[in-house]
């Protein structure tokens, strides 16, 4: 099925461990991004792509690197995991302006740091 | 700093009501505000609206935002248990030249039977 496809759906770490979420469409889609979400404080933006080989911040980026070498391809890497990561991991991805569009979000990872 | 605030936070009603969500926005470069209903996974697409007093429906929901005081509701008639669920705004914008969401906290709706 078409679609945003996030693996793993549920994760736990010790403080320190790195790890990657994998997020991939196969929709063509330019614009891809990943948030997390929080009880009572919705989705808050960590990265952002506009196109393979294009990435930038968001509001919560800091202990996050991402990179984009394809246009179907997103991964979110934590670099050493700490409890304050604890959350929900949504990737959606748009065609060109999300605005005309519409986002398409994945399952979700849902990762405890421990 | 671009904010979306939705209110209520929760809201419990019976089965049959009828409710009215809030989302108020303050962005730079407002392209769209959209719905979106979460269960328990992905978020789920409802309305995406970009001209003001043009409402859009789907069923029992409709939709209708107001560019010039900055808030869009979502109505649901007749409620039914399925619609238990937390209704999430976004603003799509463009801050610093790049493509950008932005999302409220959300409102937790419960409809008891």
């Known amino acids: 099925n078409a679609g945003v496809t996030q693996t793993p759906k549920f994760q736990v770490l010790k403080t320190g461990q790195s790890m990657t979420l994998q997020c991939a469409q196969d929709?063509?889609?330019?614009?891809m991004s990943w948030y997390r979400q929080d009880p009572g404080m919705g989705l808050r933006l960590i990265h952002y792509s506009v196109g393979a080989g294009i990435t930038d911040q968001g509001e919560v980026p800091n202990g996050y690197n991402v990179s984009r070498s394809t246009t179907e391809d997103f991964p979110l890497r934590l670099l050493s995991a700490a409890p304050s990561q604890t959350s929900v991991y949504f990737c959606?991805?748009?065609?060109?302006?999300?605005?005309?569009?519409?986002?398409?979000f994945g399952s979700g990872t849902r990762l405890t740091v421990v | 700093e671009d904010k979306v605030v939705q209110s209520p936070l929760s809201l419990v009603v019976h089965e049959g009501d009828t409710v009215t969500l809030n989302c108020s926005y303050e962005?730079?470069?407002?392209?769209?505000l959209l719905w979106y209903k979460q269960e328990k996974k992905a978020p789920t697409f409802l309305f995406m609206l970009t001209s003001s007093g043009i409402e859009k429906k789907s069923g029992r929901l409709s939709s209708i935002l107001d560019k010039k005081e900055l808030f869009s509701i979502l109505n649901i008639t007749a409620t039914q248990t399925g619609d238990s669920a937390v209704y999430l705004c976004a603003v799509d914008s463009i801050i610093q030249g790049a493509q950008k969401l932005v999302f409220g906290q959300g409102t937790r709706l419960t409809i008891n039977p």
């Open positions: 959606a991805s748009s065609y060109g302006q999300g605005f005309r569009y519409g986002y398409t």
């Open positions: 962005v730079t470069n407002f392209r769209s």
């Open positions: 929709m063509n889609h330019e614009y």
